[in-house]
C-alpha cells in the first residue's frame, strides 16, 4: 500500500488525511502541538454563517479514525530527506522513523505579531487587542477593558501586519475584511450600547455571502464603516486610546477617543513552513509563502517531484479554500502514487 | 451686466481630464516613481504636521496634481514643512518628501520659463 507523509494537522492536513485514506492509501500525520486543529483552535465562531469553530474541528477530527491513518501528535520532524529513490524518510522527535512515498506540506500560516506594529501600542497600551485574542473573549462571552469596564468606544483596525511594506508584507491576507465585519457583529450582540467602528483601506469581500454579511453590518448591526488607515494611537490617563487616521471619503483628519482597539492582525508564512522549504529545498514565494508549480492547474505541487502543498502554507486562505485545496491536493497525491505504481 | 432672470452661469466642478495639463503629472510620475503606488488609504493626512493647522491634505494634492488639477495642487503645496513624517507611515513606500520637493521643483521652472 502506498503512504503518504502529511506535515500538520491543521484543517489542510487532517482533510487530506482523510481523502487519501479513503482512496485506500496509508496516511502518517505529523502535529506539534498536542492536538489537531491548528489555528481553528483559537476561533470561537466562523464567517459567514457563525458555525463554532469547535464542531467543525470535531468533524475534521472524527474523521482521523481511520484504520489507514497514523497520527503523532506532539511530534516535529527532525529532518526530512527525499532518498535517491524518490522515498521520503522523516525521522521524528521521539525516536521514531517515517518513511513514506509522497509528502504533503500543510503547514499552514502563523498570526502577525502585532508588536511589530509599534505605533499601534500592541504590547503597550492594555487596551489594545489582537482579532485573535478578541475570539477568545466571545469564547467567554465577556467584551471587557482591562480595567473591568465594559467599553463604550470600539474600533477594529484592518490591515495590521497586511499591505504594508514597513514591516515587509506586500501581501493582502484576504481573511481579515471579513473577520472584521463578523466580529463587529458579535461585539454589537455582546455590547448593544456601544459605538463600534471599522476603520479599513479597502473592504475585500470576496466570498459568497461576505458582502451579504458587510450589508447586514450596516443594516441591522449599525456598524460604522471609516475609510482611512490608522497612522498612530497614543494612550490617555483613561487608559484610552486616541487614534489618528485620515477620514479619507471626507477628506479631514480625523481624532477619536476609543475604549478598545481591535487590531485585525494578518498571516504570514508559518516557521514550519519556511522551515519544511528549506529542508526540502521547495521555492518560496517573495511573500515568504511556498510557491506553487502554477497558480491554476498545478497549485498543489512544488518544484520538487513528490512533495505537494495544502492550505495556508501557500497562500492566505479561508477555510472554505483551504479545505477545499486540502481534498485537490489529495487527489493529486492519489494520481502520483498510482502513476508510480507505488 | 443686470441678471433680470435670477440665473447665473457657473463653471463646471468635475474634473476635464481630456483639457488638464498633465505635463505636472508625467513629470512626477518619472521623477519620483514611488508616487504611482499610493493607494489612498491617508495614513500621511492623518499624522500630518501641516494638516493638523491648516487645510492641507498631501493625499488630495498628490490625487488632484495626478489628474491634472495642478491649479488646486499649488496653492496647497507652500503649507507643507516637509517634516517627512507622511513617509513614515506609508504603507507603500511613496517617497512623499521627494514628491512635494519636485512639485516645488517643477513650478519654479515652469515659471522662470514663463518669465
Given at each position: 500500500m502506498a503512504k503518504v507523509i502529511i506535515i500538520g494537522g491543521g484543517p489542510a492536513g487532517c482533510e487530506a488525511a482523510h481523502q487519501l485514506a479513503n482512496q485506500g492509501i496509508e496516511v502518517e500525520l505529523v502535529e506539534k502541538s498536542n492536538e489537531t486543529g491548528g489555528n481553528l483552535n483559537n476561533w470561537y465562531q466562523l464567517f459567514p454563517d457563525r458555525k463554532y469553530a469547535k464542531d467543525l474541528n470535531a468533524i475534521l477530527k472524527g474523521h482521523l479514525e481511520h484504520p489507514n491513518i497514523r497520527l503523532h501528535l506532539g511530534m516535529e520532524p527532525k529532518k526530512i530527506e527525499k532518498s535517491k529513490t524518490g522515498k521520503f524518510n522523516v525521522p521524528l522527535t521521539d525516536g521514531s522513523l517515517l518513511e513514506g512515498d509522497s509528502l504533503l506540506v500543510a503547514t499552514g500560516f502563523k498570526i502577525f505579531d502585532a508588536r511589530r506594529k509599534e505605533e499601534y501600542g500592541y504590547g503597550i497600551y492594555e487596551n489594545v487587542i489582537t482579532s485573535v485574542e478578541l475570539e477568545n473573549m466571545f469564547y467567554n462571552h465577556a467584551i471587557t477593558t482591562a480595567g473591568g469596564n465594559t467599553p463604550k468606544r470600539v474600533g477594529i483596525i484592518h490591515c495590521v501586519g497586511s499591505r504594508d511594506e514597513k514591516v515587509c508584507n506586500y501581501h493582502?491576507?484576504?481573511?481579515?475584511?471579513?473577520?472584521?465585519?463578523?466580529?463587529?457583529?458579535?461585539?454589537?450582540?455582546?455590547?448593544?450600547?456601544?459605538?463600534?467602528?471599522?476603520?479599513?483601506?479597502?473592504?475585500?469581500?470576496?466570498?459568497?455571502?461576505?458582502?451579504?454579511?458587510?450589508?447586514?453590518a450596516q443594516e441591522k448591526y449599525n456598524i460604522k464603516f471609516i475609510r482611512g488607515r490608522l497612522s498612530e494611537a497614543a494612550e490617555n490617563m483613561q487608559k484610552q486610546l486616541q487614534i489618528k487616521v485620515e477620514d479619507t471619503l471626507v477628506g479631514k483628519p480625523l481624532r477619536m477617543t476609543l475604549d478598545m482597539m481591535i487590531l485585525l492582525v494578518g498571516m504570514e508564512s508559518s516557521e514550519g513552513?519556511?522551515?519544511?522549504?528549506?529542508?526540502?529545498?521547495?521555492?518560496?514565494?517573495?511573500?515568504?509563502?511556498?510557491?506553487?508549480?502554477?497558480?491554476?492547474?498545478?497549485?498543489?505541487?512544488?518544484?520538487?517531484?513528490?512533495?505537494?502543498?495544502?492550505?495556508?502554507?501557500?497562500?492566505?486562505?479561508?477555510?472554505?479554500?483551504?479545505?477545499?485545496?486540502?481534498?485537490?491536493?489529495?487527489?493529486?497525491?492519489?494520481?502520483y502514487v498510482k502513476n508510480h505504481k507505488i | 451686466m443686470i441678471n433680470f432672470w435670477g440665473y447665473s452661469i457657473s463653471e463646471t466642478r468635475s474634473i476635464n481630464y481630456d483639457k488638464n495639463d498633465k505635463a505636472m503629472t508625467e513629470y512626477i510620475a518619472a521623477t519620483v516613481p514611488s508616487s504611482k503606488l499610493c493607494i489612498?488609504?491617508?495614513?500621511?493626512?492623518?499624522?500630518?504636521?501641516a494638516g493638523n493647522l491648516t487645510d492641507f491634505n498631501i493625499r488630495k494634492v498628490q490625487m488632484l496634481m495626478k489628474r491634472g488639477e495642478t491649479k488646486d495642487a499649488k496653492e496647497q503645496l507652500q503649507k507643507c514643512m516637509l517634516c517627512?513624517?507622511?513617509?513614515?507611515?506609508?504603507?507603500?513606500?511613496v517617497e512623499t518628501r521627494k514628491m512635494i520637493l519636485e512639485m516645488l521643483n517643477f513650478i519654479k521652472t515652469n515659471q522662470k520659463l514663463e518669465d
Open positions: 493582502c491576507s484576504k481573511l481579515c475584511c471579513i473577520t472584521g465585519v463578523k466580529q463587529a457583529i458579535e461585539i454589537r450582540e455582546l455590547l448593544p450600547e456601544a459605538e463600534i467602528f471599522c476603520f479599513y483601506m479597502d473592504m475585500r469581500m470576496f466570498g459568497p455571502g461576505y458582502e451579504e454579511m458587510y450589508r447586514e513552513t519556511r522551515q519544511t522549504a528549506g529542508e526540502l529545498g521547495l521555492n518560496l514565494a517573495p511573500n515568504g509563502f511556498i510557491q506553487p508549480q502554477d497558480p491554476h492547474y498545478r497549485n498543489n505541487f512544488t518544484n520538487v517531484e513528490g512533495v505537494f502543498v495544502a492550505g495556508c502554507g501557500s497562500a492566505p486562505m479561508n477555510l472554505t479554500d483551504t479545505l477545499a485545496d486540502a481534498r485537490s491536493a489529495a487527489s493529486c497525491i492519489t494520481a | 489612498g488609504c491617508g495614513g500621511c493626512t492623518a499624522g500630518c504636521t517627512g513624517k507622511c513617509m513614515l507611515v506609508c504603507p507603500r513606500g
